[in-house]
């Protein structure tokens, strides 16, 4: 990644002050920046390009562990829980990530108007790829950072950027397969229109069953090409979803453990504690807020 890159994202965060993440003034743009090595975490990955700036990180989603590096973009093409993480950093060259959230309908057009995507390597339904940001990738991510020193300039710009960088990656060595994340086939769609079900209502009793119903199949074969998009179960997306925002509950709102179980669709304080205990390494106490205690006066 040429040094331009790392000095304008530098420069850029150096003025904003504050932690990361640091949010733009280009909504899904944020620039990530840690100064040494951190321990995984789990997160729910939206579509999105992640581009290592300066060092590296990886992120395991399903069996599969994705390594990328300075020069290197993470390409996730469906909603899908992930564990990752920042593997080497320092104060002196800290590691430095640009997200980008990733429109497919602009995947989609820009790709219907080429005539050379036929070819696929790989599992054509992996909504996942590590692919090379340089060159004329990298000259995008460099004006795009320039963009955020003219706000009014972004309405304009910020789409024909996004939109030659769509070209770039699709004219790529994996631009099949980031077509394929957009240019689903029509069981594709019908099982993301589950999911989109499942997400919306993960805090409820879904039975794998009406989602099937939603997407046209049978049980099993919802089942199989579910996993098959999404790297887990249904059962194994709904509980994540439900332990992410739980601990967004407990660390953002203030919720003890109690509280934030519930919310999600817990019954039971012990399988709640088990399960995010199993997810997150610790039990919920350690991130919770406690229960205020009643003060009687005597």
Same mark, same amino acid.
């Given at each position: 990644?040429?040094? #331009?890159?790392?000095?304008?994202?530098?420069?850029?965060?150096?003025? #904003?002050?504050?932690?990361?993440?640091?949010?733009?003034?280009?909504?899904?743009?944020?620039?990530?920046?840690?100064?040494?090595?951190?321990?995984?975490?789990?997160?729910?990955?939206?579509?999105?390009?992640?581009?290592?700036? !300066?060092?590296?990180?990886?992120?395991?989603?399903?069996?599969?562990?994705?390594?990328?590096?300075?020069?290197?973009?993470?390409?996730?093409?469906?909603?899908?829980?992930?564990?990752?993480?920042?593997?080497?950093?320092?104060?002196?060259?800290?590691?430095?990530?640009?997200?980008?959230?990733?429109?497919?309908?602009?995947?989609?057009?820009?790709?219907?108007?080429?005539?050379?995507? #036929?070819?696929?390597?790989?599992?054509?339904?992996?909504?996942?790829?590590?692919?090379?940001?340089?060159?004329?990738?990298?000259?995008?991510?460099?004006?795009?950072?320039?963009?955020?020193?003219?706000?009014?300039?972004?309405?304009?710009?910020?789409?024909?950027?996004?939109?030659?960088?769509?070209?770039?990656?699709?004219?790529?060595?994996?631009?099949?397969?980031?077509?394929?994340?957009?240019?689903?086939?029509?069981?594709? !769609?019908?099982?993301?229109?589950?999911?989109?079900?499942?997400?919306?209502?993960?805090?409820?009793?879904?039975?794998?069953?009406?989602?099937?119903?939603?997407?046209?199949?049978?049980?099993?074969?919802?089942?199989? #090409?579910?996993?098959?998009?999404?790297?887990?179960?249904?059962?194994?997306?709904?509980?994540?979803?439900?332990?992410?925002?739980?601990?967004?509950?407990?660390?953002?709102?203030?919720?003890?453990?109690?509280?934030?179980?519930?919310?999600?669709?817990? !019954?039971?304080?012990?399988?709640?504690?088990?399960?995010?205990?199993?997810?997150?390494?610790?039990?919920?106490?350690?991130?919770?807020?406690?229960?205020?205690?009643?003060?009687?006066?005597?």
């Amino acid at each position: 990644m040429p040094d #331009q890159l790392v000095a304008a994202v530098l420069r850029y965060i150096n003025r #904003q002050g504050g932690e990361s993440p640091y949010t733009t003034a280009i909504d899904g743009v944020m620039i990530l920046r840690s100064d040494r090595p951190k321990p995984p975490s789990h997160a729910m990955s939206r579509p999105a390009i992640c581009i290592v700036v !300066q060092g590296e990180k990886w992120a395991t989603i399903g069996v599969r562990r994705y390594v990328y590096r300075a020069g290197q973009a993470l390409v996730v093409g469906i909603e899908t829980p992930s564990l990752g993480r920042v593997v080497q950093a320092s104060p002196d060259k800290p590691c430095l990530v640009l997200a980008i959230a990733l429109d497919l309908a602009v995947i989609r057009s820009v790709a219907e108007g080429l005539d050379d995507l #036929q070819r696929v390597s790989g599992d054509p339904r992996r909504g996942v790829v590590v692919t090379d940001f340089q060159g004329p990738l990298s000259d995008c991510a460099r004006r795009l950072i320039r963009l955020l020193d003219a706000p009014k300039a972004i309405p304009t710009v910020y789409p024909l950027i996004m939109r030659e960088m769509c070209y770039w990656l699709l004219s790529g060595r994996h631009g099949a397969e980031i077509a394929r994340m957009a240019l689903r086939s029509a069981a594709d !769609q019908r099982v993301m229109r589950a999911i989109t079900h499942l997400r919306e209502r993960f805090a409820e009793t879904v039975r794998v069953e009406e989602l099937a119903g939603i997407a046209h199949l049978s049980p099993s074969a919802f089942h199989r #090409q579910f996993k098959a998009l999404t790297s887990v179960t249904p059962l194994q997306y709904q509980k994540r979803l439900r332990l992410l925002e739980a601990r967004r509950l407990m660390i953002s709102s203030a919720a003890n453990a109690e509280s934030a179980a519930f919310s999600v669709g817990y !019954q039971s304080p012990s399988q709640f504690s088990r399960e995010y205990t199993r997810m997150f390494g610790a039990p919920p106490k350690r991130h919770a807020t406690p229960t205020p205690r009643l003060l009687v006066a005597s």
